[in-house]
């Protein structure tokens, strides 16, 4: 960055140039609505619920461009593999006018966005799922079972896909390889001390969350927010998972299944994970069989609550059957859930030890939140790859959401930003920024990471209670 004239160079130290990045980021976020994330460069906006009300060639509207991509100059300073750490007066001066015109758009966007917040008309409120009313719990199945009787897109993935539901399950299944640590793809060696987890984890599913949050509005009339289900609370006052209201039999996601043993490919897998499925491959083969784990309690079809009759095309793995919807509670792993768990993962002083501890294996040795609900739970859920076929899948990772939330909430400034990690385990691979992209196939557009870096602000647009 050059004006006219040779620049007096700053040679900040690393912990000024530090100080200097968090004061100006500080600077950004002050008030909540600087947090405003700004529309696609298009012509067309995608971020306002009411586009025609919004100019996406508007002078705000180009600031806010502007003050994203300076969001993204800033944290690009912590790589200090790529950057040196030589400011010019000025670079500084023309990141202060960023920043000062960042804040006087402030009162520019009330005036001109009809009362909307940081792209947000309305700031959904998720909530435990024991603080919802009974009217509200099932109003929120109401609406997945209607996702579960609307026609697919016929984009996502025309061949197996039947359902709206599907289009989701197929687009994780799909993506799957891209966001998330397949222990049976993962040719490195993986340790604690590294950071060969995919970095877009968090953000992908904070953002594939959102897109079937919307989507239950818009097309299934739901007024609500997604809810979440605090595990912690279970796994500190109950001696099984089974208990749990969320598994209530009409105020709830059902939950008895079934005890049968899995027989597949002449192995038989201890934790009876259902019934046995012709051609089944699922990634979790490997791992359920390992020696010394606890026997779970069901393993077949579930036979209580809303989804008992529920038939699902897409998955296990990556392979399109036609199955029910199972499910294999397992108390041995309950332990995983607790607060004390809770608490170690968000004392966590970077997004890189953060999202290890919370992620846990094949990166750690034992078992975190994120395995620990999935396998708590079992069935589907064991499933790496089409675990969405569980509607109890969106309360753990809204969950998992909720946590990352209140990790960045502890030091705002410094860690509304904080991304790191590899986009994939095996090379090739590149180190994940804030304009790395976030794919969600047909189902929402590819949108930057910074973008869903504050859940208060489009297109995410909720909060926590």
């Given at each position: 960055?050059?004006?006219?004239?040779?620049?007096?160079?700053?040679?900040?130290?690393?912990?000024?140039?530090?100080?200097?990045?968090?004061?100006?980021?500080?600077?950004?976020?002050?008030?909540?609505?600087?947090?405003?994330?700004?529309?696609?460069?298009?012509?067309?906006?995608?971020?306002?619920?009411?586009?025609?009300?919004?100019?996406?060639?508007?002078?705000?509207?180009?600031?806010?461009?502007?003050?994203?991509?300076?969001?993204?100059?800033?944290?690009?300073?912590?790589?200090?593999?790529?950057?040196?750490?030589?400011?010019?007066?000025?670079?500084?001066?023309?990141?202060?006018?960023?920043?000062?015109?960042?804040?006087?758009?402030?009162?520019?966007?009330?005036?001109?966005?009809?009362?909307?917040?940081?792209?947000?008309?309305?700031?959904?409120?998720?909530?435990?799922?024991?603080?919802?009313?009974?009217?509200?719990?099932?109003?929120?199945?109401?609406?997945?079972?209607?996702?579960?009787?609307?026609?697919?897109?016929?984009?996502?993935?025309?061949?197996?896909?039947?359902?709206?539901?599907?289009?989701?399950?197929?687009?994780?299944?799909?993506?799957?390889?891209?966001?998330?640590?397949?222990?049976?793809?993962?040719?490195?060696?993986?340790?604690?001390?590294?950071?060969?987890?995919?970095?877009?984890?968090?953000?992908?599913?904070?953002?594939?969350?959102?897109?079937?949050?919307?989507?239950?509005?818009?097309?299934?009339?739901?007024?609500?927010?997604?809810?979440?289900?605090?595990?912690?609370?279970?796994?500190?006052?109950?001696?099984?998972?089974?208990?749990?209201?969320?598994?209530?039999?009409?105020?709830?996601?059902?939950?008895?299944?079934?005890?049968?043993?899995?027989?597949?490919?002449?192995?038989?897998?201890?934790?009876?994970?259902?019934?046995?499925?012709?051609?089944?491959?699922?990634?979790?083969?490997?791992?359920?069989?390992?020696?010394?784990?606890?026997?779970?309690?069901?393993?077949?079809?579930?036979?209580?609550?809303?989804?008992?009759?529920?038939?699902?095309?897409?998955?296990?793995?990556?392979?399109?059957?036609?199955?029910?919807?199972?499910?294999?509670?397992?108390?041995?792993?309950?332990?995983?859930?607790?607060?004390?768990?809770?608490?170690?993962?968000?004392?966590?002083?970077?997004?890189?030890?953060?999202?290890?501890?919370?992620?846990?294996?094949?990166?750690?040795?034992?078992?975190?939140?994120?395995?620990?609900?999935?396998?708590?739970?079992?069935?589907?859920?064991?499933?790496?790859?089409?675990?969405?076929?569980?509607?109890?899948?969106?309360?753990?990772?809204?969950?998992?959401?909720?946590?990352?939330?209140?990790?960045?909430?502890?030091?705002?400034?410094?860690?509304?930003?904080?991304?790191?990690?590899r986009s994939r385990v095996n090379p090739p691979f590149v180190n994940i920024t804030l304009a790395y992209p976030l794919k969600m196939w047909s189902l929402a557009p590819t949108i930057p990471i910074w973008r869903v870096m504050d859940v208060r602000s489009s297109p995410l647009c909720y909060d926590y209670v």
């Amino acid at each position: 960055m050059r004006l006219i004239g040779p620049p007096v160079a700053l040679n900040l130290p690393r912990d000024c140039g530090s100080r200097f990045l968090s004061t100006l980021s500080t600077a950004l976020f002050i008030p909540r609505l600087i947090a405003a994330a700004p529309c696609r460069m298009q012509d067309k906006c995608s971020c306002a619920e009411d586009k025609e009300a919004q100019d996406c060639r508007s002078w705000p509207t180009a600031v806010r461009r502007a003050r994203g991509w300076l969001f993204m100059i800033l944290h690009a300073e912590k790589d200090r593999t790529r950057i040196d750490h030589r400011w010019t007066i000025p670079s500084i001066l023309v990141l202060a006018l960023l920043v000062f015109f960042g804040l006087v758009t402030v009162v520019i966007e009330l005036t001109t966005r009809h009362g909307e917040i940081n792209g947000c008309r309305v700031v959904g409120l998720r909530k435990e799922w024991r603080n919802l009313s009974r009217v509200e719990q099932l109003d929120y199945i109401s609406a997945v079972k209607c996702m579960q009787t609307l026609p697919a897109n016929g984009v996502v993935d025309t061949n197996h896909v039947r359902t709206r539901y599907d289009d989701f399950q197929s687009a994780h299944i799909n993506l799957t390889d891209e966001t998330h640590t397949v222990a049976s793809h993962t040719l490195c060696v993986l340790t604690e001390n590294d950071n060969a987890t995919q970095g877009q984890f968090l953000p992908w599913h904070r953002y594939f969350l959102g897109t079937f949050e919307s989507t239950l509005r818009s097309e299934c009339a739901y007024q609500g927010s997604i809810p979440y289900w605090d595990w912690s609370l279970d796994a500190d006052q109950l001696d099984s998972i089974a208990k749990s209201p969320v598994f209530d039999p009409v105020y709830g996601f059902g939950g008895k299944s079934r005890r049968v043993s899995r027989l597949n490919h002449g192995m038989t897998y201890i934790s009876g994970n259902g019934l046995h499925i012709p051609g089944y491959s699922g990634p979790f083969n490997n791992w359920t069989n390992l020696a010394g784990w606890v026997e779970g309690t069901g393993g077949g079809c579930i036979t209580t609550g809303p989804f008992v009759s529920y038939n699902l095309s897409v998955g296990p793995g990556t392979k399109p059957t036609n199955h029910c919807l199972t499910r294999n509670f397992n108390d041995a792993f309950i332990w995983a859930l607790s607060s004390a768990q809770v608490a170690n993962t968000t004392k966590q002083p970077n997004f890189e030890r953060f999202r290890i501890e919370l992620e846990g294996q094949p990166i750690t040795s034992t078992m975190k939140l994120h395995d620990g609900g999935h396998f708590a739970v079992g069935g589907e859920m064991l499933d790496t790859y089409s675990s969405p076929a569980d509607p109890i899948f969106w309360l753990h990772h809204a969950n998992l959401d909720r946590i990352w939330w209140k990790w960045q909430n502890i030091d705002l400034p410094t860690r509304l930003l904080d991304v790191s990690g590899r986009s994939r385990v095996n090379p090739p691979f590149v180190n994940i920024t804030l304009a790395y992209p976030l794919k969600m196939w047909s189902l929402a557009p590819t949108i930057p990471i910074w973008r869903v870096m504050d859940v208060r602000s489009s297109p995410l647009c909720y909060d926590y209670v």
